[in-house]
């Protein structure tokens, strides 16, 4: 039973300059709500009832944005709006959320070690808090990486194929195929040149980790970008212990560059009820406007 989770939303956020220079890039909303409530939903939707937020200074109304406010409840009860107080209400009661700095922006895997307290001797989740891993239908990705823990133990780390040219942008595993949708994994690297990726999986934002990934990660020295990555402990921690990559269903929106931003609007927009045929009009009148996408163009 994995009962915690880490959501990392300490990063400068750079690509999604000036829109995030003083909103944090993580509490930008997609459709009606902040990319990291999706994040914290999805989290206590596969059973999560601890979170730990990795924020840094300057990114504090993360905090406000899961912290009770009861001024704010009392008006809306006194004006009769009940809905919009259970929505409020509603993740407070599911999750115990709390806060800690990561002092300097020395990458994600230094972001992941200030948790280290907090996992103790647990499997823990680690859900990147700029990344919505949107799905069809039951089990979401992290509930499938769950069950692939439950069923075979070992770390889980979840991932999807990308086309060569666009491997450079990830990190990328290697290892042997066990079942149709998983890998066990030999080794990893971050941001390979595409001719010299071991595979087309990438880690795609969703982690299930053993306490052995701490003690990799606190050995691990900075690596591309200067930054300490996850990407170099999980290497060191698949040469240790078992570590599968889960190839799962669903799309992923990493919304820390504009057009993937956009894409992610759009997207959810058309699974709104409400929204859905106002928006295909749309398209379809910008498609007729601006004429239909290269095939060669898209990013697959
Ligand atoms: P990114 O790889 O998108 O890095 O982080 P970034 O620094 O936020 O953004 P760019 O590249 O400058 O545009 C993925 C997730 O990891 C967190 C980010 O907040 C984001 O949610 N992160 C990254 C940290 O918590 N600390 C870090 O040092 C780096």
Known sequence: MIRKAIIPAA?????????????PKELIPVVDKPTIQYVVEEAVAAGINEILIIISRGKEAICSHFNPDPVLEDLLRQKGRESSLETLKSLQEKAQIHFIYQEEMKGLGDAVLCARDFAGQ????ILLGDTILHHASPPSPLEGMMEVHRNRGGSVIAVRRVPRQRVSQYGVISGQPIDPRLTRIQGMVEKPKPEEAPSLLAVS??????????????????????EIQITDALDQLCRREVVYG???????????????????????????????????????????IHGSANPAASEG
């Open 11 to 23: 990063g400068y956020g750079t690509r999604f300059l000036p829109a995030s220079k003083a909103i």
């Open 122 to 125: 647990e499997t823990v989740a």
């Open 205 to 226: 934002a969703r982690y299930l980790v053993t306490p052995q990934l701490f003690e990799c990660l606190a050995d691990t020295l900075p690596g591309v970008g200067g």
């Open 246 to 288: 889960y190839e799962f269903d669903g799309i992923r929106l990493d919304i820390g560059n504009q057009l993937e931003y956009i894409k992610s609007n759009l997207m959810l927009g058309l699974h709104e009820p409400a929204m859905r045929e106002a928006l295909l009009q749309f398209m379809a009148e910008q498609v007729s």
